[in-house]
């Protein structure tokens, strides 16, 4: 019986060691994979920048008549990145760009980022439609997570009220909301906006962090990694994977 313990333990341990030993072996080539994926990205952006892959050169940048960009707010308080970001979308021919964080860091540094950029102008100081065809300048908009909020909670108030209106004068009461009315009352209260045709998130997070949903209807979503890895090439890259996506609309 003793010895019957005994092997039984050391075959646990044996069996335990053996998985451990497993285990290091999956992450070893998890982080070589990681390692040779980040170089060859590293590479591949420096080429692009470089204009030695061909296929880039022939960018149609007119495709992204919109452009929203999603920076988490700790990495968007280097305005310094950003504005050099926008500076290459400027070079690119990308000219309608939505600047978006959660806590308005962006928004309240507007007026730095339109000194770096002279040929910048906000959304409000332009029709929305002049500014989708206006080639000489590049058009900015600031959004923050209080934006939408607020724009949503505006947009229901009015809703409720004409509801009850239509109620006193011997309507039934509609408690069902449908997406074309929530379309209607967000024009009417100014917060519709345009819809992104691509939207590029920055920060360590794969996700839009409240950015309005309801332009992000028909919206490609690409992660670009953190901010203080910004990088030219894999920005042209981007852009030009999205220029080469067909993209069917429903009805």
């Not at 692009?48 to 050169?57: E, M, N, P, R």
């Not at 004409?162 to 309507?171: C, P, Q, S």
Request: with cysteine; charged share 20%; aromatic share 12%.
């Amino acid at each position: 019986m003793i010895l019957y313990l005994w092997f039984s333990f050391r075959f646990v341990q044996i069996g335990n060691l053996g998985l451990q030993l497993l285990w290091y072996f999956l992450r070893i080539i998890l982080s070589a994979w990681y390692f040779i994926s980040v170089v060859g990205n590293l590479f591949e952006s420096y080429f692009i920048s470089c204009g030695v892959l061909k296929k880039y050169k022939s960018l149609h940048s007119g495709k992204v008549r919109y452009l929203a960009i999603v920076i988490e707010s700790e990495e968007a308080y280097q305005i310094s990145r950003v504005v050099k970001l926008l500076q290459w979308l400027d070079i690119i021919g990308v000219k309608n760009v939505c600047l978006y964080d959660m806590n308005g860091v962006l928004k309240k540094s507007k007026e730095t980022i339109f000194k770096e950029l002279k040929n910048a102008k906000s959304i409000e100081e332009v029709n929305e439609v002049v500014a989708l065809h206006d080639p000489d300048h590049m058009t900015l908009e600031f959004l923050s997570y209080a934006d939408g909020k607020e724009a949503v909670a505006k947009a229901a108030n009015l809703i409720f009220v004409e509801h009850l209106k239509r109620h006193k004068l011997g309507g039934e009461l509609d408690l069902i909301l449908l997406e074309p009315q929530l379309n209607e009352a967000l024009q009417i209260v100014g917060s519709k906006g345009p819809e992104p045709d691509l939207l590029l998130v920055y920060g360590p997070v794969r996700s839009h962090l409240g950015f309005p949903a309801w332009r992000l209807r028909y919206t490609e979503i690409i992660h670009m990694g953190s901010l203080n890895f910004l990088r030219y090439g894999s920005l042209m890259k981007a852009i030009y994977n999205f220029t080469k996506v067909h993209q069917n609309y429903g009805t």
